[in-house]
C-alpha cells in the first residue's frame, strides 16, 4: 500500500490550499484517514481526522479554517486549507488505517509542503 501526497506549496498569508492524498495497492477497505503536520523543530500533530463513516475531528488551532473530506471511491482524503497563517508552516503528512487481504496496518504518506508567507 502507498499514499501518495500532493497539494502543497508556497501561499501568502489569508490564502487557501487543497492537500490530496491518494491510497493505492491492494485495498479491501481504509478505515480512519487522517492529516499531521510537523513544523521545523516541533512534533508531529494531528490536524484533522475522518472515519469510515465520515465523522470528523480537528485540531483547535484549525477549526473553522481547514475541512477535512474522503472520496473513497478514489481511496483519496482531501484536507482543504482556507484562512492560512505563517504558523500553518510544515510539511503535512496523511495516513490511513487499510485493510488488505493479509494485514490491517497504518500507512503514511511521503509528505507535502506548505508555506505560508507573512
Known amino acids: 500500500v502507498q499514499l501518495q501526497a500532493s497539494g502543497g506549496g508556497l501561499v501568502q498569508a489569508g490564502g487557501s490550499l487543497r492537500l490530496s492524498c491518494a491510497a493505492s495497492?491492494?485495498?479491501?477497505?481504509?478505515?480512519?484517514m487522517g492529516w499531521y503536520r510537523q513544523a521545523p523543530g516541533k512534533q508531529r500533530e494531528l490536524v484533522a481526522g475522518?472515519?469510515?463513516?465520515?465523522?470528523?475531528n480537528y485540531a483547535d488551532f484549525v477549526k473553522g479554517r481547514f475541512t477535512i473530506s474522503r472520496e473513497d471511491a478514489k481511496n483519496t482524503v482531501y484536507l482543504q486549507m482556507n484562512s492560512l497563517k505563517p504558523e500553518d508552516t510544515g510539511v503535512y503528512y496523511c495516513n490511513a488505517e487499510v485493510t488488505t487481504a493479509w494485514l490491517h496496518a497504518t500507512h503514511w504518506g511521503q509528505g507535502t509542503q506548505v508555506t505560508v508567507s507573512s
Open positions: 495497492g491492494r485495498i479491501l477497505r481504509i478505515n480512519d
Open positions: 475522518i472515519t469510515a463513516s465520515g465523522t470528523t
